[in-house]
């Protein structure tokens, strides 16, 4: 990560850093090797991330308030693994409706396979959209 931030001073890039792929979980962990959790492996790599100036990461939504806590909202919180109520999961394991993903605190969604596998990618958009619209965005913490 150091070398990328090093290689993207000066340009307009936003640098994404990549925590635990949505298509894996705990068992997936303890089967590479790992020694911690999904959770914690996610905040030890979005605070790296953040001391290393990088400009978002990448994570489930289930953990996007960690992040957002361990990066002091400083970053962008970009979430694959969205799928509408009902979709197929296809290969993901940690999915997140796009109004959920909203509401954990993630400000980027990533939606591929519902749009694009949609018999009518036009309509599946604009369901999308209106459920992203219901999210309830206001801060609970005041």
Known sequence: MAGAV????GS????LAV???TSMD???LMEAGYDRDV???V???SFQAKELGMGG????AHEASLVHRMTEGSMAIVTPG??????DIGDQKRVVTPKDALEFGSTHLVIGRPIYGAKDPEKAVQAIVKEMASADLSDDEE
Do not use: F, Q, Y
Request: proline share 3%; hydrophobic share 45%.
């Open 6 to 9: 090093l290689a993207a001073k």
């Open 12 to 15: 307009n890039l936003t640098l």
């Open 19 to 21: 925590t635990v792929m």
């Open 26 to 28: 705990e068992n997936d």
């Open 39 to 41: 959770e914690s492996l």
């Open 43 to 45: 905040g030890v790599r």
């Open 57 to 60: 990461i990448v994570c489930s």
């Open 82 to 87: 969205i799928r509408p109520k009902g979709a």
